[in-house]
Structure formats: structure tokens, C-alpha cells
């Protein structure tokens, strides 16, 4: 029997199979599984595929020929995810499993996240600080990042540190923006989330505030060649529920965080939308400079749409860009030098 085209192409290329801005998921076997990806929400919206052959199973849809996008294969009896044999690329999403992934034909990673021979590279150190009761835990891990200067410079605070350092390369990034000239120099505190206890202290916490100005800033301050607060705008930036928790800073301390860069924040929930929002609607308008971006694959575009048109509305000074992408550091990371490069140009 002739092998189907679709699943030749798929042997040689991988899965899916990609013509044009079309892509088609294949599965081999008696029984199809279910199709979970980045546009339909996954576990929110399992997709049925439908039979394409003998033992063949497949499902379309269109993406920009730009996009990067990641899917997951699920047992429908057992609710267990099953790997892809057409396509080994796989990474892990951050919460509990691994996700395969593809890039559209007009789209790849960041050049940026390459190190580049002969640039000056700045310096990453690891502390473990105490949290005295601001946050969950005797103790927090904050990763620092001075530049290759000796001059001071500002600082940037990011929430979920650890995830950007080892999952974004955020270090590299900045490192190749400030050889290329693209950004002024400026230091980092990449600070660790709390864990089990993350939702709790990004949901607009003043405790969370408490603990990046009393202590975040002092290690900083003790260990970085750093511009005294105040001096000259800092910067704070997260994504998810950490891009509440950047825009939440800012306006709560914009004597200090001047620039704010928000990566999908999870501003409006269908339920519920955070205090922030409220901030924006009804209090004085502070003095501060925002960048934010989301996917247009993922379910917290409109609320990110929402809250960029408040912010207009409001005559903040706001910028927002959307990526072909999902909710996924490796988006941010592709992303995250558009906001820099904002920000810090």
C-alpha cells in the first residue's frame, strides 16, 4: 500500500506539515488522540482529529508564516499526554510536562539569544537573601546582573528571574543589545517566584513591594554599580501573572520604576479583573513609560488588548505589540528586545 503524501512529508520534515499558512497535525495508529495546542487553550479545548487514511489520523489549521507555536498530543481514556514520534522537538512549558514545537517558515528563535564571541559579557551572581516575612519562605534566590560598564547604571527588576535567566537567556540578550548599541547599559535583579505561593504574591501584593524595596534593591545596591532610586528611572518587567505584578509596581512606586515591561499579563480574567486595572481607570496618572506585548495564539490577548486601550484612554504613555505566538517564554523571549530596545534605547 502507498504511503499517504501528507505522512511522507511528515517523515522527512517533521510534523506538522507545513504548506503555505496551512499546517497539518498527523497521528499514526488505530485511534486517534486529541489535539491540544496554544490556539485552542489546551485542556480548555481538546481538538478531535479526523481520519485521513488507513491508520491515519490528521487535523488543519491556518498560522502566520511567521509564528512559533506549541502543541501536545492527549489520550483521550487516560488523560495522559503521548508523544509525537514525527517530531522530537520538545520543551518543557514550565508547569508539569513537556510540549512539542515548531516555527512557521518566516520565523525562528532570536539571534539574540546566541553568545557572541569577542563582545564584553556582563556578570550573572547568585545570592540567597532573607525575605523577612515581606514573602513565602525564610529565604528568596535573586539572581544579579551587572553590565560590562563601570559606570552606574539603572536597574531592572524582573519577577520570575530565575524562569527568564535559564529559560529566556535574558543575561545573552541584554548582553548582545548593549554591544550592538541598541540600549543603554543597565543592571538586573532577577528575582525567584515563590512557587506554590507565585499567584499569591503577583496578584498585586503590597507585600510582594515591600520585599523588592526593602530588600531586592539593597542587595542591588550592595552588589551592583547602580544609579541611587530615584536618580534615574528603573525598570520592573514580568510576564503572565508577573506582568500584573510589573505594572502593579509601577504604579504603586513610580518614584523608582519609571518603565514598565509587561509581557501577557493576565490583567482581565472572564471572573475577575486585578486591582490594577482600577489604577489605571481611577487614580492620578503617574509619570511612567510602558511597553507591553501578548500573542495573538493565546487566551489573554483581549485582556491585554483591553488594558493597552484603558491605557490610552487614560493618555498614558504606553506601547503594545503583538507576536505570532502563544503563552510561552519562548515567545517572550523572541519578543522581549522590542520592549528593551523601548525602554531603555
Same mark, same amino acid.
Given at each position: 500500500?502507498?504511503?499517504?503524501?501528507?505522512?511522507?512529508?511528515? @517523515?522527512?520534515?517533521?510534523?506538522?506539515?507545513?504548506?503555505? $499558512?496551512?499546517?497539518?497535525?498527523? +497521528?499514526?495508529?488505530?485511534?486517534?488522540? @486529541?489535539?491540544? $495546542? $496554544?490556539?485552542?487553550? +489546551?485542556?480548555?479545548?481538546?481538538?478531535?482529529?479526523?481520519?485521513?487514511?488507513?491508520?491515519? +489520523?490528521?487535523?488543519s489549521m491556518s498560522l502566520a508564516t511567521d509564528a512559533y507555536f506549541e502543541y501536545a498530543f492527549l489520550d483521550p481514556k487516560t488523560s495522559e499526554r503521548l508523544p509525537d514520534p514525527l517530531n522530537p522537538n520538545r520543551i +518543557?512549558?514550565?508547569?508539569?510536562?513537556?510540549?512539542?514545537?515548531?516555527?512557521?517558515? @518566516?520565523?525562528?528563535?532570536?539571534?539574540?539569544?546566541?553568545?557572541?564571541?569577542?563582545?564584553?559579557?556582563?556578570?550573572?551572581?547568585?545570592?540567597?537573601?532573607?525575605?523577612?516575612?515581606?514573602?513565602?519562605?525564610?529565604?528568596?534566590?535573586?539572581?544579579?546582573?551587572?553590565?560590562?560598564?563601570?559606570?552606574?547604571?539603572?536597574?531592572?527588576?524582573?519577577?520570575?528571574?530565575?524562569?527568564?535567566?535559564?529559560?529566556?537567556?535574558?543575561?545573552?540578550?541584554?548582553?548582545?543589545?548593549?554591544?550592538?548599541?541598541?540600549?543603554?547599559?543597565?543592571?538586573?535583579?532577577?528575582?525567584?517566584?515563590?512557587?506554590?505561593?507565585?499567584?499569591?504574591?503577583?496578584?498585586?501584593?503590597?507585600?510582594?513591594?515591600?520585599?523588592?524595596?526593602?530588600?531586592?534593591?539593597?542587595?542591588?545596591?550592595?552588589?551592583?554599580?547602580?544609579?541611587?532610586?530615584?536618580?534615574?528611572?528603573?525598570?520592573?518587567?514580568?510576564?503572565?501573572?508577573?506582568?500584573?505584578?510589573?505594572?502593579?509596581?509601577?504604579? @504603586?512606586?513610580?518614584?523608582?520604576?519609571?518603565?514598565?515591561?509587561?509581557?501577557?499579563?493576565?490583567?482581565?480574567?472572564?471572573?475577575?479583573?486585578?486591582?490594577?486595572?482600577?489604577?489605571?481607570?481611577?487614580?492620578?496618572?503617574?509619570?511612567?513609560?510602558?511597553?507591553? $506585548?501578548?500573542?495573538?495564539?493565546?487566551?489573554?490577548?483581549?485582556?491585554?488588548?483591553?488594558?493597552?486601550?484603558?491605557?490610552?484612554?487614560?493618555?498614558?504613555?504606553?506601547?503594545?505589540?503583538?507576536?505570532s505566538g502563544g503563552h510561552n517564554f519562548t515567545s517572550w523571549r523572541d519578543d522581549i528586545w522590542r520592549g528593551l530596545e523601548a525602554l531603555f534605547r
Amino acid at each position: 500500500m502507498p504511503t499517504h503524501p501528507l505522512l511522507a512529508m511528515a @517523515r522527512t520534515t517533521g510534523n506538522p506539515v507545513i504548506e503555505g $499558512d496551512t499546517v497539518t497535525f498527523l +497521528w499514526q495508529g488505530k485511534t486517534a488522540p @486529541r489535539l491540544m $495546542d $496554544d490556539l485552542h487553550n +489546551w485542556e480548555e479545548k481538546p481538538q478531535i482529529m479526523l481520519r485521513a487514511g488507513t491508520e491515519l +489520523w490528521a487535523y488543519s489549521m491556518s498560522l502566520a508564516t511567521d509564528a512559533y507555536f506549541e502543541y501536545a498530543f492527549l489520550d483521550p481514556k487516560t488523560s495522559e499526554r503521548l508523544p509525537d514520534p514525527l517530531n522530537p522537538n520538545r520543551i +518543557w512549558n514550565g508547569i508539569n510536562a513537556y510540549n512539542h514545537y515548531f516555527y512557521m517558515p @518566516r520565523s525562528g528563535p532570536t539571534p539574540l539569544v546566541q553568545s557572541v564571541k569577542g563582545i564584553a559579557r556582563g556578570m550573572v551572581t547568585r545570592y540567597q537573601i532573607p525575605t523577612k516575612e515581606y514573602v513565602v519562605g525564610a529565604s528568596r534566590t535573586v539572581y544579579l546582573y551587572q553590565p560590562p560598564v563601570k559606570a552606574p547604571v539603572p536597574l531592572v527588576v524582573v519577577y520570575d528571574g530565575s524562569d527568564y535567566l535559564k529559560r529566556a537567556r535574558l543575561n545573552i540578550i541584554v548582553d548582545n543589545l548593549i554591544a550592538e548599541k541598541h540600549v543603554h547599559p543597565f543592571a538586573m535583579a532577577m528575582v525567584q517566584n515563590g512557587g506554590p505561593a507565585r499567584s499569591l504574591e503577583y496578584s498585586c501584593s503590597e507585600s510582594m513591594l515591600g520585599f523588592v524595596f526593602d530588600c531586592v534593591i539593597s542587595l542591588a545596591q550592595e552588589h551592583l554599580t547602580l544609579i541611587p532610586p530615584g536618580g534615574e528611572p528603573y525598570g520592573v518587567l514580568g510576564a503572565s501573572l508577573g506582568g500584573v505584578m510589573a505594572m502593579y509596581t509601577g504604579m @504603586r512606586l513610580p518614584q523608582i520604576f519609571g518603565k514598565v515591561l509587561s509581557q501577557s499579563g493576565a490583567f482581565i480574567l472572564p471572573e475577575h479583573q486585578f486591582v490594577v486595572v482600577d489604577l489605571v481607570r481611577y487614580a492620578p496618572r503617574p509619570k511612567i513609560d510602558i511597553w507591553m $506585548d501578548a500573542g495573538h495564539y493565546e487566551w489573554l490577548l483581549d485582556s491585554n488588548r483591553q488594558m493597552y486601550a484603558l491605557l490610552k484612554e487614560k493618555k498614558y504613555k504606553a506601547n503594545y505589540h503583538e507576536f505570532s505566538g502563544g503563552h510561552n517564554f519562548t515567545s517572550w523571549r523572541d519578543d522581549i528586545w522590542r520592549g528593551l530596545e523601548a525602554l531603555f534605547r
